[in-house]
């Protein structure tokens, strides 16, 4: 999953993202509220871990603002209040989860996976464009039933263009949803995994899918 770790207190907030890390996870991390808006209206994520009292821009205000916009990323909120008042508010508000600190790192991962499984179903686990068609629950694609092995870098990259299909999609914004929030890969890195992927769903096929639009990005879209 992707993880965006929003926490002002750096010691944790370094020891959540290594951990999340080391558990299979990519992780973004900011400090204070602002920011945490800012990443995540600019990339997607599978669940925020967001800390409640931060500088600039309170825990309750990120949701509060996350959902009048119209995301429904889960949140699991981290506090050291523990009041019931304080837990009402907060999902009220539209939170997903509460975890009082300190906690132990079993438990969050065991409240990620708890508040983004309701979240995955909601999404559709099957996407097609034209006669490609990818399983976001099994991992497998095909094209006009022709199986195509990718490996995992490479069906994030894909993935995320076919929930974009027909959007022009630049370096930058492929670099922020795959990888890391500001990744520095090499300017080449994208460019590398398009390269593959037009190799694997586009040779042997007469119409393509995957194009260039020569000074913006790519695009992926059903031929017409």
């Known amino acids: ?73 889960p949140v699991l909120f981290l506090t050291a209040l523990d009041g019931v008042d304080d837990r009402v508010k907060g999902l009220d508000l539209g939170a997903d989860d509460y975890l009082i600190k300190p906690f132990a790192f079993p438990e969050l991962l065991a409240r990620l996976r708890a508040i ?34 990718l490996s995992a870098k490479e069906f994030a990259v894909l993935e995320f263009m076919m929930r974009n299909s027909g959007v022009v999609l630049s370096r930058e914004r492929i670099e922020n949803n795959v990888w890391s929030y500001g990744y520095d890969g090499g300017s ?13 769903i586009d040779d042997g096929f007469e119409k393509k899918l995957l194009h260039t639009v020569w000074g913006s990005g790519w695009m992926l879209k059903a031929p017409e």
């Open 188 to 200: 080449n890195v994208v460019d590398v995994y398009i390269s593959y992927l037009r190799k694997k």
């Open 116 to 149: 983004t499984r309701k979240y995955a179903e909601t999404k559709s686990t099957l996407l097609r464009v034209g006669g490609l068609a990818l399983d976001t629950a099994s991992h497998r694609v095909s094209r006009d039933g022709r199986e195509i092995s």
């Open 1 to 73: 999953m992707k993880i965006l770790v929003a926490e002002d207190e750096r010691d944790l907030n370094r020891l959540i993202a290594k951990s999340l890390e080391e558990a299979g996870h990519c992780v973004d991390r900011c400090c204070d509220g602002g920011e945490a808006l800012d990443f995540i209206r600019a990339s997607e994520y599978d669940a925020v871990v967001l800390d409640v009292m931060m500088p600039v821009m309170s825990g309750h205000e990120v949701v509060s603002r996350m959902r009048a916009e119209g995301s429904a990323v």
